[in-house]
């Protein structure tokens, strides 16, 4: 293999400019040509492609986002536009690709891989959502970012005596919201993976915190569940508590990655490197435990994820 790609796909996530900085400075050092593509798969169907060099990545590290941006490509869902991608990779001896984002952007590299260009996937998302891997890329630095929310939003609550129904991203995984509320001392968590009920689950625990004397109420929603402004809405009818929704959204995207984040996105870009210096591809980077390892992306596709019940457990215990 003499040269490959590196493209970042759907939603950013902080640590994906360390893991592109990795694959490129690893690359190069392995004597590769390397190519950075721009906006996701649109760039390689469009051709907005770079050579890079290492002072293309210089600089990065530390930035948030995606330095060659990102988007959704809906035209590579088809074999049409992932025979475009072909051509693209052909056209510039692009032999193997390294793309680093979520499930979506995976299936297209699986149907890439296919098509007889080698690719292996990094996993880049906040939610950490991507059941073959105990960590994903971003996940940490999103964490802290919504705990620093959490405890700035309840230092007002306390002067108020008030409730927050904080909801933050996760639309089938709650891993966010199960960990930054256990971190951030939350009333009530509520995650797609258990089911819950209202005035058990939620209502109940604000009236017991209410009764032991507390002056401040946090409520953590994982998006998949939603209706944050109507849980506010019924707790405040309930309780008399004044409840308001924090509905946290893409601010939990931004920032600086933490040491984590740049530690993890570089590991798992030396190790996708070294994959396609070996002529492996159809595969994507994952953690366990402390290890670098690999699977098939049609078999990590179809693996299963399972919230962390001790863990939910533990944070409904010292609520």
Same mark, same amino acid.
């Given at each position: 293999m003499r040269s490959i790609g590196v493209l970042t796909s759907g939603g950013d996530a902080p640590g994906m400019n360390a893991a592109v900085r990795s694959v490129v400075r690893?690359?190069?050092?392995? /004597?590769?040509?390397?190519?950075? *593509? +721009?906006?996701g798969y649109n760039g390689l169907i469009n051709g907005k492609i770079e050579e890079?060099?290492? #002072?293309?990545?210089? #600089?990065? *590290?530390?930035?948030?986002?995606?330095? *060659?941006?990102?988007?959704?490509?809906?035209?590579?869902? &088809?074999?049409?536009?992932?025979?475009?991608?072909?051509?693209?990779?052909?056209?510039?001896?692009?032999? /193997?690709?390294?793309?680093?984002g979520g499930d979506g952007s995976f299936r297209g590299a699986a149907d890439l891989s296919s098509a007889g260009i080698?690719?292996?996937?990094?996993?880049?998302?906040?939610?950490? &959502?991507?059941?073959?891997?105990?960590?994903?890329?971003? +996940?940490?630095?999103?964490? %802290?970012t919504v705990v620093d929310l959490i405890d700035k939003l309840r230092d007002?609550?306390?002067?108020? =005596?008030?409730?927050?129904?904080?909801?933050?991203?996760? $639309? $089938?995984?709650?891993?966010?919201?199960? %960990?930054?509320?256990? =971190?951030? /001392?939350?009333?009530?968590?509520?995650?797609?993976?258990i089911p819950f009920d209202f005035e058990k689950d939620i209502l109940a625990k604000v009236v017991d915190a209410k009764n032991r004397g507390k002056h401040n109420f946090i409520v953590v929603v994982a998006e998949g569940i939603g209706g944050s402004a109507e849980i506010s809405k019924k707790i405040e009818e309930a309780t /008399?508590?004044?409840?308001?929704?924090?509905?946290? =959204?893409?601010?939990?995207r931004g920032g600086a990655p933490s040491a984590k984040d740049r530690i993890v996105a570089?590991?798992?870009?030396? +190790?996708?490197?070294?994959?396609?210096?070996?002529? *492996?591809?159809?595969r994507v980077v994952a953690m366990k435990g402390n290890d670098i390892v690999d699977y098939n992306i049609h078999e990590a596709l179809k693996m299963k994820k399972s919230i962390d019940q001790e863990l939910f457990k533990l944070a409904d215990l010292i609520k």
């Open positions: 690893c690359a190069l050092a392995e /004597g590769f040509k390397v190519y950075g *593509i +721009y906006d890079m060099t290492v #002072n293309s990545v210089s #600089n990065i *590290i530390n930035k948030g986002g995606t330095a *060659i941006y990102t988007a959704r490509c809906l035209e590579f869902k &088809d074999q049409e536009g992932v025979l475009k991608g072909k051509e693209t990779c052909e056209k510039l001896g692009i032999e /193997g690709l390294v793309v680093i080698n690719c292996v996937g990094i996993p880049g998302t906040i939610d950490n &959502d991507i059941t073959c891997t105990d960590y994903t890329i971003g +996940y940490d630095t999103a964490m %802290n007002t609550c306390n002067s108020h =005596a008030r409730c927050s129904v904080v909801e933050v991203m996760g $639309r $089938r995984c709650g891993d966010l919201a199960l %960990n930054a509320g256990l =971190a951030g /001392g939350a009333t009530a968590i509520v995650v797609p993976e /008399g508590i004044e409840t308001r929704a924090a509905i946290l =959204a893409h601010i939990q570089s590991r798992m870009g030396k +190790y996708a490197v070294d994959l396609l210096k070996n002529g *492996i591809g159809n």
